[in-house]
């Protein structure tokens, strides 16, 4: 029996919805059984975008240009002007060194007269020589140890050979006995 307000209702459609229990998984991946943990989700591939053509594919081909960027002004310090500070005080320091103390590049040289003086003291004290009248050593004679020369000393009127050896670096020397 259809009545006149049948006709004029369209016709009822049924749609079937899924209902998921609670235990389910998420959509599309089955559930795990019972007392199982989900497995772990597929890694993540990232966002799956084309690389876009590009734009001036269709340009007449013209050879490219360098065109310059300008620098902003730097704060740091020129490199010739680093370089010139550090030549600068490795030249100061070698001299320093070289020539002050302890004196690489200097070869100290006895004094003459002090050497004179100091032969005619020995003898007169320590070989007891009264009569010494004259000591002559030679000029320039740099302090090396075991450096050897020979001085001349007149005693008794006589002209003899008095040998001298430097000790060491600060200029000490033997005296020894007239020849």
């Avoid at 259809?2 to 229990?21: F, G």
């Avoid at 680093?82 to 070289?98: H, Q, S």
């Avoid at 302890?102 to 050497?115: C, H, I, K, N, S």
């Avoid at 075991?146 to 001298?164: Q, T």
Wanted: aromatic fraction near 6%; include cysteine.
């Amino acid at each position: 029996m259809s009545s006149p307000t049948d006709a004029a209702r369209p016709p009822v459609q049924t749609v079937q919805t899924s209902v998921r229990p609670r235990h389910a998984g998420p959509p599309g991946r089955p559930s795990p059984p019972y007392d199982q943990p989900y497995p772990p989700p597929p890694p993540y591939a990232g966002p799956s975008v084309e690389p876009s053509p590009d734009p001036f594919a269709d340009s007449p081909t013209e050879p490219l240009r360098a065109v310059p960027v300008p620098r902003p002004p730097s704060d740091a310090v020129p490199s010739w002007l680093v370089a010139t500070v550090l030549g600068t005080l490795l030249v100061g320091v070698v001299g320093l060194l070289g020539f002050v103390n302890p004196g690489f590049f200097v070869t100290p040289v006895l004094d003459q007269a002090a050497v004179q003086n100091g032969v005619s003291t020995i003898l007169r004290d320590d070989y007891r020589l009264p009569d010494v009248t004259a000591v002559t050593c030679p000029a320039g004679q740099k302090v090396l140890p075991s450096g050897r020369f020979s001085c001349v000393a007149v005693i008794g009127g006589k002209s003899s050979d008095v040998p001298v050896v430097i000790q060491d670096r600060t200029g000490r020397y033997q005296v020894g006995r007239p020849l």
